[in-house]
């Protein structure tokens, strides 16, 4: 079975300050891994997605993370906070197989804060 | 535009009542999904459907249950043997070869 684990239920940054967001995953082989944002009372919005290739991906936003397989993580960092970036951040993964349903398994969310 | 409808936004029950939460997408997608929402758990899976008349259950699927009619729709009911079915709920749906899902902007579902 897939579980994902987000360090930090709360984050809070500055205006320009580097947004960092842990993500680590089980899984018994490299799944495909997401970032999604989710605006109160809204639907997620994906940022960013790994499936296969370069390591380090880019997202909107300015966001981008690397996936490191020998860590089993997949970090979210953004180099300049800005006060949009207030919401709460997901991460989650999915297996490979079709008949599996290509289901997302979800992190428990990380919320971030930006100050003024 | 494409996209997908969750309807109502804001729902309310008494204790003992079945609900329909409606899902619609006009997406041409494929697999649709029915996540919860509650605060500090992430979202948890109830069913999802890869195709016309055919769904699985989630990791939570007591006391729910779906339909799957038509490509374009897939209602969720919440019955009254759901012990605790405050929550939000959200609905999402995903193409065939592609990765990662759309998602509606959801239902927040409150018994009274």
């Known amino acids: 079975a897939q579980s994902v684990t987000q360090l930090g239920s709360h984050v809070s940054v500055s205006e320009g300050a580097l947004v960092l967001l842990r993500c680590n995953y089980s899984s018994s082989v490299p799944p495909y891994l997401f970032w999604y944002v989710q605006y109160p009372n809204q639907g997620l919005q994906l940022l960013l997605k790994?499936?296969?290739?370069?390591?380090l991906v880019k997202g909107i936003n300015g966001f981008e993370a690397e996936f490191k397989k020998s860590e089993t993580s997949f970090h979210l960092t953004k180099p300049s906070a800005h006060m949009s970036d207030a919401a709460e951040y997901f991460c989650?993964?999915?297996?490979?197989?079709?008949?599996?349903?290509?289901?997302?398994?979800f992190g428990g969310g990380t919320r971030v804060l930006v100050k003024p | 535009d494409g996209g997908i409808t969750q309807s109502p936004k804001y729902l309310f029950r008494k204790e003992g009542q079945n609900v329909t939460l409606s899902c619609e997408q006009n997406?041409?997608?494929?697999?649709m999904y029915w996540y919860r929402q509650d605060p500090g758990q992430g979202l948890r899976l109830i069913y999802y459907?890869?195709?016309?008349?055919?769904?699985q259950k989630g990791d939570i699927a007591e006391g729910y249950s779906v339909s799957r009619e038509k490509k374009e729709s897939f209602p969720l009911t919440v019955t009254s043997a759901q012990k605790n079915p405050t929550a939000f709920y959200l609905c999402?749906?995903?193409?065939?070869?592609?990765?990662?899902?759309?998602f509606g902007s959801g239902t927040r579902l409150t018994v009274v």
């Open positions: 790994y499936t296969t290739g370069a390591t």
């Open positions: 999402a749906s995903r193409k065939d070869g592609l990765y990662g899902y759309t």
């Open positions: 997406l041409n997608h494929d697999a």
């Open positions: 989650a993964v999915s297996g490979r197989v079709k008949a599996a349903g290509n289901k997302l398994t």
């Open positions: 459907s890869q195709i016309v008349n055919d769904f």
